[in-house]
């Protein structure tokens, strides 16, 4: 059963930063296309951010130019750094895999208020 342990969310003024950690227990990580999600209330989950197994990235239009998604595959931890958040980016985030995904973890709380 592979885990998925998300962290690196808190409290944060628009305009400021903060980077997410996703640790994943498998040891061929580095095979896989990994993804951030994120979850507002109320809304469906949608996707963040990709970054490919050869470290192709894709980005959602909202965070295009302000998100960048990385990976160490030394570690099997894929990364999210998000610059000039807006109260708009306040959701969970969660890491997973390309599809078939695997069982969704925690997720990490990130709002962006004043």
């Known amino acids: 059963q592979v885990q998925l342990v998300e962290s690196g969310g808190g409290l944060v003024q628009p305009g400021g930063s903060l980077r997410l950690s996703c640790a994943v227990s498998?040891?061929?990580?580095?095979?896989?296309?990994m993804d951030w999600y994120r979850q507002a209330p109320g809304k469906q989950r949608e996707l963040v951010a990709r970054?490919?197994?050869?470290?192709?990235?894709y980005y959602a239009d909202v965070v295009k130019g302000r998100f960048t998604i990385s990976r160490d595959n030394a570690e099997n931890t894929v990364y999210l750094q998000m610059n000039s958040l807006k109260a708009e980016d306040t959701a969970v985030y969660y890491c997973?895999?390309?599809?078939?995904?695997?069982?969704w973890g925690q997720g990490t709380q990130v709002t962006v208020s004043s």
């Open positions: 498998v040891s061929i990580f580095r095979i896989f296309a």
């Open positions: 997973n895999k390309d599809a078939p995904i695997w069982n």
């Open positions: 970054i490919t197994s050869g470290g192709s990235t």
